[in-house]
């Protein structure tokens, strides 16, 4: 199974901060990685696939990059809308596995 | 709009067996592979299992190979979640999701809370 780190588990900001999210595979993905956002009490939303696509409607301060087996999610200019926990997945194999996730909180 | 709506879920005894359902609108469901993910109270995502368009491949996470079935009804725009001799590690809130092309998840569901506990 791919094994996904994802670092930090937790992180505090201030508005307008860039924040930055590791996610580290066990092993190359080739690119096959999402990034999701879920808030409190809803369910996940994508905002990034393929490493670095943006999905339609995610604001353009959310952007992805990476390959092999380092990925990462860059937020600029953080709002306070975009508190919440982050979830990176890799679907280059099965079972598909997620990154134990990022809990990002306004400083 | 696209809407993915579980039910079936509920509180269950240990080893005792539920049925998740998933209605889905707003796309053609039988051109898209649908997903289960889990997530246990104050914790992560965990998938659970995967079905193509046509039933034709099929996946589970080992947690639950041998106890879940996934399943479609593609004339219904429903998926299943067949689910038997359940365990208190079961218990969470269960997705189901639309499966992209690519293999991410592109949508997801409200979640129903499923509960094994005695």
């Known amino acids: 199974d791919i094994r996904m780190t994802q670092s930090p588990a937790s992180l505090s900001a201030s508005l307008g901060e860039t924040v930055n999210i590791e996610c580290l595979a066990s092993?190359?993905?080739?690119?096959?990685l999402a990034w999701y956002q879920q808030k409190p009490g809803k369910s996940p939303q994508l905002l990034i696939y393929?490493?670095?696509s943006l999905q339609n409607g995610v604001p353009s301060r959310f952007s992805g990059s990476g390959s092999g087996t380092q990925y990462s999610l860059k937020i600029n200019s953080l709002q306070s809308e975009d508190v919440a926990t982050y979830f990176c997945?890799?679907?280059?194999?099965?079972?598909?596995?997620f990154g134990g996730g990022t809990k990002l909180e306004l400083k | 709009e696209v809407q993915l709506v579980e039910s079936g879920g509920g509180l269950v005894q240990p080893g005792r067996s539920l049925k998740l359902s998933c209605l889905a609108s707003?796309?053609?469901?039988?051109?898209?592979?649908m997903n289960w993910i889990r997530q246990a109270p104050g914790k992560g995502l965990e998938w659970v299992a995967s079905?193509?368009?046509?039933?034709?491949?099929?996946y589970y996470a080992d947690t639950v190979k041998g106890r879940f079935t996934i399943s479609r009804d593609n004339a219904k725009n429903t998926l299943y979640l067949q689910m038997t001799s359940l365990r208190s590690e079961d218990t969470a809130l269960y997705y189901c999701?639309?499966?992209?092309?690519?293999?991410?998840?592109?949508?997801w569901g409200q979640g129903v809370m499923v509960t094994v506990s005695s």
């Open positions: 997945q890799q679907y280059n194999n099965y079972p598909r596995t």
């Open positions: 092993e190359d993905i080739y690119s096959d």
């Open positions: 393929n490493a670095n």
């Open positions: 999701a639309r499966h992209s092309y690519y293999g991410y998840n592109r949508d």
């Open positions: 707003g796309f053609t469901f039988s051109n898209y592979g």
């Open positions: 079905i193509s368009s046509s039933s034709s491949y099929i």
